[in-house]
């Protein structure tokens, strides 16, 4: 089992940053790929980043490309997605999530959610 909760969360001008955190728990965490997700309202759930525990392989999506960043705390328990130059376009519900299979960008193939924390980016 993975227990995943995010923070960070808020609201923004275009232009802005935020950085969200994705706090990981359970005896099988570490063995689980950290990805980001987002679901604006009335969208499908779209893939953001995703990278490995030991920080060595990453993956993103094209629109965000350049402009966000994750990556692995210290303490090897929390994973952050770092926002730069956010867009009104990015305004969403972002999910952390985990999975055991590699390089997938499909939300079907993550077994553990958290709940969700909103950003929104005003123009």
Known sequence: QVQLVESGGGSVQA????????????????RHILGWFRQAPG???????????????????????????????NAKDTVYLQMNSLKPEDTALYYCAATISASSRDFRDYNYWGQGTQVTVSS
């Open 43 to 73: 969208g499908k759930r779209e893939f953001v980043a995703a990278i490995t525990w030991s920080g060595s392989w990453t993956l993103y999506a094209d629109s965000v490309k350049g402009r966000f960043t994750i990556s692995v705390g």
């Open 15 to 30: 232009g802005g940053s935020l950085r969200l955190a994705c706090a990981a728990s359970g005896r099988s965490a570490g």
